[in-house]
């Protein structure tokens, strides 16, 4: 169960973190965000791979926990990369 709460937190962080660059804004949202909720996007996405990391550490401690982080955090990227993908093509469809 923590696994799985470290791997949504992974997840809606690099989702963040992702929103926080201005190409992704412009392709989400059509506009670039105002800098203070960038900057907000960007502490919350940094602030939330922290916290996973922390939940997985007093988990599985520092060996297995950092291990545990590593995998999640790999896939947490790669799933947040290939919707921004898989969006991106869905908009160009639609033109």
């Known amino acids: 169960m923590m696994d799985l709460l470290a791997f949504i937190l992974c997840i809606v962080a690099f989702g963040a973190l992702a929103l926080a660059m201005e190409r992704h804004q412009q392709a989400v949202f059509d506009v670039l965000l ?13 602030l939330g791979l922290l916290l996973a990391l922390w939940v997985l550490v007093g ?10 982080y590593s995998g999640q955090t790999s896939l947490a ?5 290939v919707a921004l993908i898989w969006r991106e093509r869905r908009r160009m469809a639609r033109r």
Do not use: E, I
Not at 35 to 45: H, K, P, Q, V, W
Not at 77 to 81: D, I, P, Q, R, S
């Open 34 to 46: 105002p800098r203070s909720r960038t900057r907000m996007l960007r502490a919350a996405g940094w």
């Open 77 to 81: 990227a790669g799933l947040v990369h």
């Open 59 to 68: 988990h599985r401690g520092w060996a297995l926990g950092l291990v545990h």
